[in-house]
């Protein structure tokens, strides 16, 4: 796990966020940020969520495996824990973006520490741009919103109340000219009356995670491309771990075998897990 804590230079920042009106003078950053060539989506929502927010908010993300996203939210209780864990669960890279400053005896809400080593421990990130000692305050909840927006192609709502948190984001996703998505939800839940009041001012229906790849341009695999075309577009180490798993092997065959430093072999299986070229389950890594 990288738990240091690194300040950023502006050129280091995400680049969406160095464009927004009122960019962040500083950020802090534990663990490593993902690549700014994937698609970043923010996920935010309601605090409370519904059985139906948590189900929309897990079928979604799910749908999302093994595409080059990014799951970035604010650590928050409900939508936004259940954004990171339902990242993790499916091997996307995911950003926190706490209220509050990195120091782990600030970090907020306390219950979620171990969610933000989870995260780390996966190989992502917490960032803020808030002094290491500052604790969450009425104040720092928007001002990281429009971090979270202004960093993302994208923000999706699962379940926001009429005068939700959640709704500071959307509005700021719209500001900024990103796009916006929300989850449709029943007309008698309070829970989606803040985002049925952006459906009607034009944010995009997300019924499912088709409807998420399409706003991020992103073009959906065929899953039935053969893997002589797969090859085609694979750098020559890829191809490497493609010739040696073509039967599954556990990491440790997998990293002797690659004959590769081992920081180089990691990352050269996250992306291609990120990618969607191989899985690792039940302790075998095996081509998807």
């Known amino acids: 796990m990288n738990d240091a804590l690194v300040q950023l230079i502006p050129h280091q920042f995400p680049p969406l966020l160095r464009e927004i009106s009122d960019p962040p003078k500083q950020l802090h950053v534990r663990g490593a940020l993902p690549s700014f060539d994937l698609k970043w989506l923010a996920v935010v929502g309601s605090r409370a969520l519904t059985p139906y927010g948590k189900r929309a908010c897990r079928t979604l993300i799910e749908g999302l495996r093994g595409y080059p996203v990014v799951i970035v939210s604010g650590l928050a209780y409900g939508a936004d824990a259940e954004a990171h864990r339902a990242a993790l669960d499916n091997k996307l890279p995911t950003v926190a973006v706490p209220g509050s400053g990195l120091n782990w005896d600030v970090l907020y809400p306390r219950a979620h520490v171990n969610l933000a080593h989870d995260i780390l421990n996966a190989g992502g990130a917490l960032l803020s741009e808030f002094e290491h ?116 092997l556990s990491r440790d065959a997998l990293l002797d075998a690659l004959n590769l430093p081992v920081t180089e072999a990691n990352v050269l299986l996250s992306t291609m897990e990120i990618k969607g070229l191989i899985v690792e389950e039940l302790g075998a890594i095996r081509l998807r």
Not at 193 to 213: P, S
Request: glycine share 4%; hydrophobic share 45%.
């Open 133 to 248: 000692d500052l604790k969450a305050t009425d104040w720092s909840f928007p001002r990281r919103n429009r971090i979270m927006a202004g960093a993302c192609h994208a923000t999706l709502i699962i379940e926001a109340k009429e005068k939700s948190g959640s709704l500071i984001t959307a509005k700021l996703a719209a500001e900024y000219n990103r796009d916006l998505l929300v989850v449709p939800g029943s007309i008698f839940s309070e829970e989606s009356r803040g985002t049925h009041q952006f459906l009607k001012l034009g944010a995009a229906a997300a019924t499912c995670a088709d409807d998420i790849l399409a706003m991020l341009d992103i073009k959906k695999r065929n899953d039935a491309v053969s893997l002589a075309e797969i090859r085609q577009d694979l750098s020559p180490e890829e191809i490497r771990v493609v010739d040696i798993i073509k039967s599954p």
